[in-house]
């Protein structure tokens, strides 16, 4: 059985530090890793996938890794804002029958 | 192509009533996943679909909860005689394919009151 851990549960940052979330998983059999984040009280909004093949994936100031035989993921955020506060899950897509697998999230607070 | 649409999404349902949430996956894609995100905590996989079929309901609670994709028409999540610790959010995903990437909606919140 699949188990997605996140690491750490809470963060408090100053505006401007580059800052690293962690996700590992326990079954290296997967599809693809995503990253989300979700503002209190909506819904998931992708920020990067990363297919199994794959090491690392880019967009704007985020940078995820994948290292699929350690089982861990890092989701690197460079120049922080106050505008990137919110909670970041990790989600692992299996390969038993396509479900994914979402970690509890990292609550990333970024104080101006 | 619109994304996946879900509705409503805000439910409020007296104890004892049903909830009917409604999933309308994006064009072309026929594998639907339903997750369940309890207050503070992360999505809990619940039940795949794909047309007609239920492929895997491992994280379905046993009773009172039921879920279809029919033929024609959106996936339904179904809850029967809703109790308080039903509230949560549920999300919905769908995908092309079981190894392709699964777009997800914006959820129903379901308070039950």
């Known amino acids: 059985k699949q188990e997605v851990t996140q690491i750490p549960a809470a963060l408090s940052v100053p505006e401007g530090e580059n800052l690293v979330l962690n996700c590992s998983f326990t079954?290296?059999?997967?599809?693809?890793l995503q990253w989300f984040r979700q503002d209190p009280g909506k819904g998931l909004t992708s920020l990067l996938l990363?297919?199994?093949?794959?090491r690392e994936q880019t967009s704007g100031r985020l940078n995820a890794s994948l290292d699929k035989s350690s089982g861990r993921s890092t989701l690197y955020i460079a120049a922080s804002q106050p505008g990137d506060s919110a909670t970041y899950l990790c989600a692992v897509r299996g390969t038993n029958a396509g479900k994914s697998t979402f970690g509890d999230g990292t609550t990333l607070t970024v104080k101006p | 192509n619109a994304g996946v649409m879900q509705n409503p999404r805000h439910l409020v349902r007296r104890r004892g009533q049903e909830a009917r949430l409604r999933c309308s996956p994006m064009k072309g894609h026929s594998h639907v996943y339903w997750y369940r995100q309890l207050p503070e905590e992360g999505l809990k996989f619940m039940v795949y679909l794909q047309k007609e079929n239920i492929i895997d309901e491992s994280g379905m609670p046993k009773e009172r909860f039921s879920a279809e994709f029919p033929k024609e028409g959106p996936s339904i999540l179904r809850i029967q005689q809703v109790v308080r610790g039903d509230s949560a959010a549920y999300f919905c995903?769908?995908?092309?394919?079981?190894?392709?990437?699964?777009?997800f909606g914006q959820g129903t919140r379901l308070t039950v009151v």
């Open positions: 995903a769908s995908s092309p394919g079981a190894s392709t990437e699964a777009f």
């Open positions: 079954d290296s059999a997967i599809y693809n």
């Open positions: 990363i297919q199994s093949s794959q």
